[in-house]
């Protein structure tokens, strides 16, 4: 069975650049969780959907970040523009329901910006 | 506000010595998770504990969640190089219809051959 997939695993731009990240989450999970992670501020939830409708996006940095979810297998999350201290990995996640609280993470992008 | 505090927040030992690792909280959990962490990856989930008190076991791994559902603990027995990542805990806490799942500072484990 195929986990959470996404895409890129490596992703390296300038600054003032828009960053897109891709998440198919697995089949069946009614909950995508997008984390951000650094060294200094561990794992951050920054914002999470259920059944394709975003519930808390309180996680989300500022206006630069926003996060889509056309439908149950897809989601992104864009920067725009793009800043050097957005430099981290970001992890999507899924999960079979909110009240099902065992989260499975994909590989993660990690994002470099210059 | 940190609502998961792990300790210790790095430990290296020895190939067959015995390490303990405690997420803390102040807030009650229904339930809380452990993951693991190996470079370049994503976290793995180990296990969810749910009643207070209880304790499960993965192999050489020994899980606890406290009386009061506020604090869990995570022994590895005869630790090996392959138990060596980042162990993470994890909760969900729902208030006022809320629903945030937060997640611990981590302890970042090396086991030496």
């Known amino acids: 069975d195929a986990g959470v997939i996404q895409s890129p695993r490596h992703e390296v731009t300038e600054m003032g650049q828009e960053v897109t990240l891709r998440c198919k989450p697995i089949?069946?999970?009614?909950?995508l969780f997008w984390y951000r992670q650094t060294m200094m501020r561990g794992l951050e939830l920054l914002i999470y959907?259920?059944?394709?409708?975003?519930?808390?996006d309180s996680g989300m940095p500022e206006d630069r970040f926003s996060a889509k979810m056309p439908n149950a297998s897809f989601s992104t999350l864009k920067i725009q523009p793009s800043e050097p201290r957005d430099s981290a990995v970001y992890f999507c996640?899924?999960?079979?329901?909110?009240?099902?609280?065992?989260?499975?993470f994909g590989p993660g992008t990690r994002l470099t910006v210059l | 506000t940190q609502l998961l505090e792990q300790s210790p927040q790095f430990l290296s030992i020895q190939e067959g010595e015995n390490l303990t690792v405690y997420c803390n909280s102040s807030s009650v959990f229904s339930s809380l998770q452990w993951y693991r962490q190996e470079p370049g990856e994503g976290p793995v989930l180990l296990v969810t504990?749910?009643?207070?008190?209880e304790v499960k076991k993965l192999k050489r791994l020994t899980f606890q969640f406290g009386d009061a559902r506020k604090d869990s603990s995570l022994h590895i027995t005869a630790a090996q190089p392959g138990d060596t990542g980042l162990y993470l805990c994890a909760g969900a806490l729902t208030t006022s219809g809320t629903y945030k799942y937060i997640f611990g500072t981590g302890t970042r484990l090396k086991v030496l051959a």
């Open positions: 959907f259920n059944n394709n409708v975003p519930i808390d």
């Open positions: 089949s069946g999970h009614n909950s």
């Open positions: 504990v749910v009643t207070g008190g």
């Open positions: 996640a899924s999960s079979l329901s909110l009240a099902g609280v065992e989260q499975f």
